[in-house]
């Protein structure tokens, strides 16, 4: 069974950064295309970015092109997700997924293992 731990939440002000790594365990990583979406409190969960396997290709949300990137290192098992200028509706849970057949769409479905979540809070 395949394991996503998600890392390096926290508080921060508008404007500012944070870096998100999620470690994988137990599979196949480097065959794995990867997601982060995030929970907004009283929201539903949406995508945020998603990366290849082999991390050539990337796609994001309208919301956060050009402010986050998403990126991996296949030798750690890790998927990273660089946040900055921060706004206070960045604030969620952010979760990393795991889709065994190399995909990386924005749908939950096709996701096969999914992390714990961490929270990510925006406020002066």
């Known amino acids: 069974q395949v394991q996503l731990v998600e890392s390096g939440g926290g508080l921060v002000q508008p404007g500012g950064s944070l870096r998100l790594s999620c470690a994988a365990s137990?599979?196949?990583?480097?065959?794995?295309?990867m997601g982060w979406f995030r929970q907004a409190p009283g929201k539903e969960r949406v995508f945020v970015a998603a990366?290849?396997?082999?991390?050539?290709?990337?796609y994001y949300a309208y919301s956060v092109k050009g402010r986050f990137t998403i990126s991996r290192d296949n030798a750690k098992n890790t998927v990273y997700l660089q946040m900055n200028s921060l706004k206070t509706e960045d604030t969620a849970v952010y979760y990393c997924?795991?889709?065994?057949?190399?995909?990386?769409?924005?749908?939950?479905?096709?996701?096969?293992?999914w992390g714990q979540g961490t929270q990510v809070t925006v406020s002066s």
């Open positions: 997924a795991a889709d065994e057949d190399g995909g990386m769409g924005s749908d939950e479905g096709p996701y096969d293992y």
């Open positions: 137990n599979g196949t990583f480097s065959r794995y295309g």
């Open positions: 990366i290849s396997w082999s991390g050539g290709t990337t």
